[in-house]
């Protein structure tokens, strides 16, 4: 079993800063790809942020600038530092995993709880 547990978010003013954080436990292999996604009411999950091992990132345009991601590989864990926040930016947030497990077999994404992070105006 894999698990992905996140912490970090919260009730912040419009300019303000928080700080996701994303540990990958479990049957871990190999880990490909970490990352972030949000949901906000009504819409779409959509991507925030990922990094490959190889620390190669991709950002939804909506948030460079202001978000930057990071991982430890040796910890299995992931950031996002998220500066200038938006009232838009309220949201659930999860974590995103793909990897390989101990059991074998091909790459599968894993997702975590999500943690909400709620912007004021």
């Known amino acids: 079993q894999v698990q992905l547990v996140e912490s970090g978010g919260g009730l912040v003013q419009a300019g303000g800063s928080l700080r996701l954080s994303c540990v990958a436990s479990?049957?871990?292999?190999?880990?490909?790809?970490m990352g972030w996604y949000r949901q906000a009411p009504g819409k779409q999950r959509e991507l925030v942020a990922t990094?490959?091992?190889?620390?190669?990132?991709n950002y939804a345009d909506s948030v460079k600038g202001r978000f930057t991601i990071s991982r430890d590989n040796a910890k299995n864990t992931v950031y996002l530092q998220m500066n200038s926040l938006k009232p838009e930016d309220t949201a659930v947030y999860y974590c995103?995993?793909?990897?390989?497990?101990?059991?074998?077999?091909?790459?599968?994404?894993?997702w975590g709880q999500g943690t909400q992070v709620t912007v004021s105006s």
């Open positions: 990094m490959t091992t190889a620390s190669n990132t």
């Open positions: 995103y995993s793909l990897l390989l497990t101990r059991y074998g077999g091909s790459l599968y994404g894993y």
């Open positions: 479990g049957s871990i292999f190999s880990i490909n790809i």
